[in-house]
Every structure is written in structure tokens, then in C-alpha cells.
């Protein structure tokens, strides 16, 4: 037997649970006022595994050196932006930098002398992701609260430095595909059912595009060689869960090796698809955290080995992703909620939390083991869950039976196979029973026989008896002959479907008797 890989896993859960922080690895964010606010956005550097790049509520930057300490590894930090924001993108093999803002903008950056050189216009409201082509140094695309996806070529449409996108589809996860720009009465309720914001893009190629949405409860795959304002998906893959309400996605995240889609949605689950086959249906389902805004950001390990995924209930979490049902491994520290991280491009011993309590951690291993001031409270440590995930019916299954409800068939082999289809038999016993009580209603066959002629008194019998004897002798011959058919026609009791047939069979035709 091979014991490495035996007790492999039990070795990487113990690997996750070494994570620790301290203070010394903890960034502060702050106004020019001196207020605190809280991150949007913290990215690792694709080059650079210890440049971080992080964005906060009122427009700033800060690239951070992780190997450095506090105020030491601030290297640059510069107002970019008039509002938030809400995503950042490192430009490949470059020192440059794109940042999406709630101003309606996207700029990019040259961070060693933090100055900006190119303007992007197109959005009508805030943009809430943006992404670079992994194989390309100019082509980038961005969705926005508008519904709108855009893609740009920084090498087209350049006006003044000011450039305009060479690709775009309105509405890209709207029901019906399209919206009317110049309505002329929109009540409030109608404004905001309209929405159909764009929370997540990412490239899987240079001619793929993922994106999802904050209300279908959708993700679209789209082929950039038919992109345009009139395309369709080339593949859309629908709402994975078992319930009524179709959940938006906050956040995506496609693997180094570009197999495996990870998405976050809103029902506290993170859904895991198939890029190879792009199959409806997820091929895992990591559940424990908690995610009820659309500000929760997950992340990939660099040897996509590991997931990790921020939490309302001020936790960060880390599962492995060839156990999906195994508890994840918690990591606390943060007072508030945790809502952007990111892992090390370079270095699986590091990554990084942000949180609502205005700070980013970095969190390494503690290879010495000295936890001392984790349990005091002073730093952060990582826990593990030994609660396993219990497996939930994705959308198709069937939801469970609760008691007191009827349950409705969907497909038509479950309505088939569905007792509730299958009328019950009604059996009514006659009995003696008090003036006002005529009968008793039965529940199934399977209760006592009811009431028949054999149980009647013998005087009741009797007269009976009489009375067919006064009956004229061809009466009484042709009532004899009607009441040897009915018994031959009797349904038995029994409920083998031979016995059904088998009065039929005893009575001879015209026909069978050719």
C-alpha cells in the first residue's frame, strides 16, 4: 500500500492550518482625512508574487511589498480615481495596471512613476470587473452595472488618449437579449427590475469570454470572432440550484491550467463547471461560507490545488478542490466582513484577505509552530472544520419532501412513478352504528373486509330466501344466471395482474371459440 498517498490529504489539511498573521503584516487604509475606510479589491502582480495591488472606497491605490513590514512596504500609493474602486487587472508581463471605478472610467497605469497614460469611456454607471487577456498585452474587456460588456484594444480608437471600445453587447445578461435605450415612462419599480448588471468577466482565451450577472442567475460563454451588439452566447449555462429564485454570481475565477470555472453565487455556494465540455451541470459544490452581497471575491491556488473565498461572517475560506463535501479550513482574524482575496501567483505560502474592518492581511505559514499570540487574540490563525458538507439536490433532482406538503411532479417519468398520481380505492363498511352514522370511510384495501351479505344475521337471510321463493320459476332463472356472471366478472383481491384477467379468460367467446 502506498502510504504518501494515504495520508496525502491529511498532510495538506495540516499544510492549510499552518496560515497565520500578525500585526506586522496587516495594512491599515485611510483618507486624506485621516478616516478609515474599507478595500474593494486586492490583486497579486502575475510577475511579482509579492507586489500587491490594492484599491479602496474613495479612489485610491497602494502597491504594497509584501516582503516588507507595515509602512515599509508601501511602495507607491496615488489618488486614481473620483470614485470607488471596484476592480483591478494586472497588465501580462508588464508594470502596468487597470483599475474599474464607480465614475463610469477605466485607466491604466505605469506604477513606478504612478502616473496614468490611457483613459477608457463606454459604461453608463459603475464598472464592476474588469480583465486582460492572459495572452495579450492590449486586448482587455470590462462589465458594468449597466448590463453593458465592453472589449478594448488599447492600440484602437485612441483619441487624445482617450479610447472608446472596439467590441460591444448591451444588455448581455438581460431575459430577452435586448432593452429599450429611450423608454418613455419608467416607474422606480420598472427601473430596477431593468438592471441586469454584469458582476464578473474573465478571459478563458483570446477568443473566449466569460461573463455572469446579478439577476438571471446566468453564465455566458461568448465567441469574440461573432462578438457584436446583436450576439448570443455561445453557450449559457443556467441556474444550478434547487431553489424557486435564480441567484446572481458575485464572482468568477477560471484555474491556471484553464479546465475549471469556479463561480461564487449568492445562494452560499460556489459552483464548480467543466471549461472542456462546458456542461450545464456543475461538477462540484463547495458550500460553508457565507456570501450575501455581491462585493465577495474567490481566488485560485497557483497549483490549483486550493480554493479560497471570502465570507460575511468575518472568515476567509479555504477548500480542497478534489474534496469538495470535506470541511474547509477557516482562517480568522479579520472583525468584519471579509470580501476580496487573493493567492500568490508565485508563492503557495502566501495570499491575502481584505476586509470591511478597513485592513488587508497577508497570511504565510508558521513552520515553527508558535501560535502563543493566536490564542491570545493579538493575530490570526487558521482552523479547521471537521464538520463534513452534506450533499444538496441540484436544479433537476427534486427538491425533499417536507411533511404536510404535496409534492408536485416536474418531468414526466417522476409523474409516472409519483404515488400522488395513483387514485386511492374507497371502501365504505357498514356497521351498526348510532342514529346519524350511516358508513365508515376506509383509508386503502389493506383494512378489514367490509361488511358483505355472508355476515347478515340468519333472519335476514331467511327472508330473503322466502321471498325468492315466491318468484315466478323464469324470474327466478334468469335472476341465478345474472348473478353467476357478476361473480365470474368479480375483481379479486388480489393484486397480481394475472388475477385481473383471469375471469376474463374462463368465459368463452365467438370469437375464441373459432
Not at 451541470?281 to 455581491?294: D, E, M, Q
Request: aromatic share 10%.
Amino acid at each position: 500500500m502506498n502510504l504518501t498517498k494515504l495520508f496525502r490529504p491529511y498532510v495538506e489539511r495540516e499544510f492549510l492550518l499552518d496560515f497565520s498573521t500578525n500585526e506586522n503584516s496587516t495594512f491599515l487604509f485611510k483618507d486624506d482625512n485621516g478616516e478609515e475606510i474599507p478595500p474593494f479589491v486586492c490583486k497579486y502582480s502575475d510577475e511579482n508574487g509579492h507586489l500587491l495591488a490594492t484599491a479602496d472606497e474613495s479612489g485610491m491605490i497602494s502597491i504594497h511589498n509584501t516582503l516588507k513590514s507595515k509602512e515599509k512596504s508601501l511602495v507607491h500609493c496615488w489618488n486614481a480615481h473620483k470614485n470607488a474602486i471596484f476592480d483591478v487587472s494586472w497588465m501580462p508581463r508588464s508594470g502596468r495596471l487597470l483599475s474599474a471605478s464607480g465614475d463610469h472610467f477605466i485607466k491604466l497605469w505605469d506604477i513606478e512613476k504612478a502616473v496614468g497614460m490611457y483613459r477608457f469611456f463606454g459604461h453608463t454607471k459603475s464598472v464592476k470587473s474588469v480583465d486582460f487577456c492572459p495572452d495579450s498585452q492590449f486586448l482587455f474587456a470590462s462589465g458594468g452595472r449597466d448590463g453593458h460588456l465592453l472589449v478594448y484594444d488599447t492600440r484602437c480608437n485612441n483619441i487624445g488618449n482617450n479610447i472608446k471600445p472596439v467590441m460591444y453587447k448591451h444588455y448581455a445578461h438581460s431575459k430577452n437579449g435586448f432593452h429599450d435605450h429611450f423608454p418613455k415612462r419608467r416607474s422606480r419599480k420598472a427601473q430596477l427590475s431593468s438592471e441586469f448588471s454584469v458582476t464578473s468577466v474573465v478571459f478563458y482565451d483570446e477568443r473566449t469570454l466569460i461573463s455572469s450577472g446579478a439577476n438571471d442567475g446566468t453564465l455566458k460563454v461568448w465567441d469574440l470572432r461573432r462578438f457584436n451588439c446583436k450576439a448570443m452566447p455561445k453557450v449559457a449555462i443556467p441556474y444550478p440550484g434547487s431553489t424557486i429564485r435564480e441567484h446572481g454570481y458575485s464572482a468568477i475565477a477560471v484555474d491556471h491550467r484553464r479546465t475549471r470555472l469556479f463561480a461564487n453565487c449568492m445562494n452560499n455556494a460556489i459552483y464548480q463547471f467543466d471549461c472542456l465540455r462546458w456542461k450545464p451541470k456543475p461538477v462540484a459544490k463547495y458550500r460553508g461560507h457565507l456570501s450575501n452581497n455581491f462585493y465577495i471575491k474567490i481566488a485560485v491556488s497557483p497549483d490549483d490545488n486550493f480554493l479560497l473565498s471570502g465570507s460575511a461572517d468575518a472568515k476567509a475560506y479555504i477548500w480542497k478542490i478534489t474534496e469538495p463535501r470535506s470541511g474547509p479550513v477557516t482562517l480568522l482574524g479579520h472583525r468584519e466582513e471579509v470580501n476580496c482575496v487573493s493567492w500568490s501567483t508565485t508563492d503557495l505560502t502566501e495570499l491575502a484577505t481584505g476586509s470591511d474592518d478597513c485592513s488587508v492581511r497577508i497570511w504565510r505559514l508558521d513552520r515553527n509552530g508558535k501560535k502563543l499570540n493566536m490564542w491570545l487574540g493579538k493575530e490570526g490563525y487558521a482552523e479547521r472544520s471537521n464538520k463534513a458538507i452534506p450533499p444538496t439536490p441540484i436544479k433537476g433532482s427534486g427538491t425533499p419532501k417536507k411533511m404536510g406538503s404535496v409534492h408536485t411532479p416536474t418531468t414526466i417519468s417522476e409523474w409516472l412513478t409519483s404515488q400522488s398520481r395513483r387514485p386511492r380505492r374507497l371502501v365504505f363498511q357498514f356497521s351498526a352504528a348510532p342514529v346519524g352514522v350511516k358508513r365508515k370511510l376506509l383509508h386503502d384495501e389493506d383494512s378489514p373486509e367490509p361488511a358483505s351479505a355472508n355476515n347478515e344475521s340468519p333472519s335476514a337471510r331467511n327472508s330473503d330466501d322466502t321471498k325468492e321463493n315466491q318468484l315466478p320459476p323464469a324470474k327466478r332463472a334468469r335472476r341465478a344466471s345474472t348473478q353467476q356472471g357478476a361473480n365470474q366478472l368479480k375483481t379479486p383481491k388480489s393484486k397480481n395482474l394475472t388475477d385481473y384477467f383471469s375471469p376474463m379468460q374462463k368465459t368463452s367467446s365467438p370469437l375464441s371459440q373459432r
